[in-house]
């Protein structure tokens, strides 16, 4: 995963996985989310799932969460570094959301 190399974007995927695991959730669980908050634009089968998942784990911005021996899905949590790259990424995008707003308001002036 290539997600903040040198500062750069995070991809859409990680950022709404992380969005999807801000209170407990396991795969499946994410997979509806991601539907849901994007009404279906964005849906992810569960090989690109499961390899966010392991690439945000070893990252240590997402985490197991729960007792996997009570025979329940394996659910996943955000960490305080996983919400802290959010909050940098929301930063990110509101630059680049207040530079579009700027010049297109420029444009459509003259």
Same mark, same amino acid.
């Given at each position: 995963?290539?997600?903040?190399?040198? &500062?750069?974007?995070?991809?859409?995927?990680?950022?709404?996985?992380? *969005?999807?695991?801000?209170?407990?959730?396991?795969?499946?669980?994410?997979?509806?989310?991601?539907?849901?908050?994007?009404? &279906?634009?964005?849906? *992810?089968?569960? &090989?690109? *799932?499961? &390899?966010?998942?392991? $690439?945000?784990?070893?990252?240590?911005?997402?985490?197991?969460?729960?007792?996997?021996?009570?025979?329940?899905?394996? $659910?996943?949590?955000?960490?305080?570094?996983?919400?802290?790259?959010? $909050?940098?990424?929301?930063?990110?995008?509101?630059?680049?959301?207040? *530079? $579009?707003?700027?010049?297109?308001?420029?444009?459509?002036?003259?």
């Amino acid at each position: 995963m290539r997600d903040n190399i040198k &500062g750069g974007a995070l991809t859409e995927t990680t950022f709404l996985v992380l *969005l999807a695991v801000y209170q407990p959730n396991h795969g499946y669980g994410i997979m509806r989310f991601i539907e849901t908050a994007t009404k &279906g634009r964005v849906t *992810l089968g569960a &090989g690109t *799932l499961y &390899g966010a998942i392991n $690439a945000l784990v070893k990252k240590q911005w997402i985490a197991p969460y729960g007792d996997e021996a009570d025979g329940k899905k394996k $659910a996943y949590i955000i960490t305080n570094t996983g919400k802290q790259k959010v $909050a940098e990424e929301l930063r990110r995008m509101d630059e680049v959301l207040r *530079l $579009a707003s700027t010049i297109i308001r420029e444009d459509e002036d003259q």
